[in-house]
């Protein structure tokens, strides 16, 4: 059985120093948001009396806290539960849907690739990505959280 050594979780940049951050910071936000729906039409951003947007709405961003709520707890409950099969009428899991856009790569002509040329240069590359998503995840989270307490009557209610 693999054991993870006590050097490595104590690391702070270690991968899994960071899942357990965002991990802590989003059941933090669950425990500390007990209406949630309150979140419904405040805006993600602060903004100042007289301040008007600078960037236009895009269809693609959240547009309240109550929206990028229900995203951080997808994003929790996939890294707890692992990513399920998503189209539950085709049956088709995350492992196939990557088989078969792998093969249809192939016939439609690109170049195969060689599998084990690039492991590392791809591993490095995702894992810095994960740690940049997971830093921003738990940023937004600790962010959505204090803004709750703010909104609701600045955490005297709470713990």
């Known amino acids: 059985m693999m054991q993870i050594s006590s ?5 702070k940049h270690s991968l899994i120093n960071v ?33 008007m947007e600078e960037e ?9 806290m109550y ?12 890294m707890e539960w692992g990513l399920l099969k998503r189209e539950m009428s085709s049956g088709t899991s995350f492992l196939e849907m990557a088989v078969k856009q792998e093969e249809q790569e192939t016939v439609t002509g690109e170049a195969p690739r060689d599998e ?5 240069h791809q591993f490095h590359f995702h894992l810095r990505g994960l740690f940049g998503v997971l830093s921003k995840l738990t940023l ?9 307490k703010r909104e609701i009557g600045g955490g005297n209610f709470l713990r």
Request: negative net charge; proline residues 5%; aromatic residues 4%.
């Open 56 to 64: 236009p709405q895009c269809p693609n961003k959240q547009r309240d």
């Open 7 to 11: 050097d490595s979780a104590s690391n």
């Open 19 to 51: 899942m357990h951050r965002f991990m802590a910071a989003a059941n933090n936000m669950d425990e500390t948001i007990m209406v949630p729906s309150l979140l419904r039409d405040l805006p993600l951003e602060e903004q100042g009396v007289g301040e």
């Open 116 to 120: 084990n040329s690039d492991l590392e």
């Open 140 to 148: 937004q989270a600790d962010h959505l959280t204090n803004r709750y």
């Open 67 to 78: 929206e990028h709520y229900l995203l951080l707890k997808s994003i929790k409950n996939d």
